[in-house]
């Protein structure tokens, strides 16, 4: 059964600063794997979406690694900005079936003036 | 830009009593998602439609739990009766296609049940 799991669970840095967030998943069979962006109370908003094929994706300040065959994934947020506050949840889409998507518990991120 | 539209945005209701949530993908959406919240956690998915099929429910409880799609538009996810565990953000996602595609999100609407 695929398993994703995001560390750390919070995180709370200054303005400014340049940061990792943590996706590790236990089945490497994945078909894709997508950053999503929730604010309090509300729905998801994707960020990146990579495939199982590629390494990377990039968007804006946003930057998303792929390393399928260990089963990670990592989100970089350069520059962190107070509007970046939010959860960050990370999902794999299971090759198989119809693809149901698994999520983590998410990062809550709090980026300080 | 087309939204994922939800109501109500939030819904009080005593145990044993029956709720109804409602979901309008966007348009031309043919894959439609009812997903469950629980505060701190990630989104689980309780229902997948193909147009008007469903095409996974193996987490919904389906002896509460229904889930309607008539027309392959909009649909309806219903409880019957709400049990204090169901407290929770019920989620609508859409999207083109099942499996290559970004899945839209709508803004949920978040049950109490007391």
């Known amino acids: 059964k695929q398993e994703v799991t995001q560390i750390p669970a919070a995180l709370s840095v200054p303005e400014g600063e340049n940061l990792v967030l943590n996706c590790s998943f236990t089945d490497s069979a994945i078909y894709n794997l997508q950053w999503f962006r929730q604010d309090p109370g509300k729905g998801l908003t994707s960020l990146l979406l990579i495939q199982s094929s590629q390494r990377e994706q990039t968007s804006g300040r946003l930057n998303a690694s792929l390393d399928k065959s260990s089963g990670r994934s990592t989100l970089y947020i350069a520059a962190s900005q107070p509007g970046d506050s939010a959860t960050y949840l990370c999902a794999v889409r299971a090759s198989g079936g119809y693809n149901k998507l698994i999520f983590g518990a998410g990062t809550r991120l709090a980026v300080h003036p | 830009e087309a939204e994922v539209a939800q109501s109500p945005r939030y819904k009080i209701t005593e145990k044993s009593q029956a709720v109804a949530f409602w979901c309008d993908p966007i348009?031309?959406?043919?894959?439609l998602y009812w997903y469950r919240q629980i505060l701190g956690q990630g989104p689980e998915l309780l229902v997948q439609?193909?147009?008007?099929?469903?095409?996974?429910d193996s987490q919904l409880p389906k002896d509460r739990f229904s889930a309607e799609r008539l027309k392959g538009v909009d649909s309806t996810l219903k409880i019957q009766p709400a049990e204090l565990g169901d407290s929770a953000m019920y989620l609508c996602a859409s999207s083109t296609l099942p499996r290559t595609d970004t899945q839209y999100f709508g803004p949920g609407t978040r049950l109490t049940v007391l």
């Open positions: 348009s031309g959406h043919a894959t």
């Open positions: 439609f193909q147009d008007e099929s469903v095409v996974d």
